[in-house]
């Protein structure tokens, strides 16, 4: 049984840090593409970041671009997303999931984690 599990999330101030992690069982990280998503209440999901199998590319948009880093292990069958100079627009529930290739559309991934939840507020 595949299952990702989010952890990392929390309440922060703005400008501050956090950093989120996906572990996955029941299947080889290293064998897919990895997109982290978020969805705040009353929003579509968007994509933040996705990595393709190797670790050599990756993808931003323009909103979080120069402030979140995704990165790969896949020996520990894990990725990490560092949020870094986050802001009140950065709350919402943030998802890892697993695909085939890297895009930032959900529809191209077939595994996701529950969440875990982002709040920036002072």
């Known amino acids: 049984q595949v299952q990702l599990v989010e952890s990392g999330g929390g309440l922060v101030r703005p400008g501050g840090s956090l950093r989120l992690s996906c572990a996955a069982s029941?299947?080889?990280?290293?064998?897919?593409?990895i997109g982290w998503f978020r969805q705040a209440p009353g929003k579509e999901r968007e994509g933040v970041s996705c990595?393709?199998?190797?670790?050599?590319?990756?993808y931003y948009p323009d909103s979080v671009k120069g402030r979140f880093a995704i990165s790969r292990d896949n020996a520990k069958n894990t990725v990490d997303l560092q949020m870094n100079s986050l802001k009140p627009e950065d709350t919402a529930l943030y998802y890892c999931?697993?695909?085939?290739?890297?895009?930032?559309?959900?529809?191209?991934?077939?595994?996701w984690g529950q969440g875990t939840q982002v709040t920036v507020s002072s």
């Open positions: 029941g299947l080889t990280l290293g064998d897919y593409a």
């Open positions: 990595i393709n199998r190797s670790g050599g590319s990756t």
């Open positions: 999931a697993v695909g085939r290739i890297a895009t930032m559309s959900p529809i191209s991934y077939t595994y």
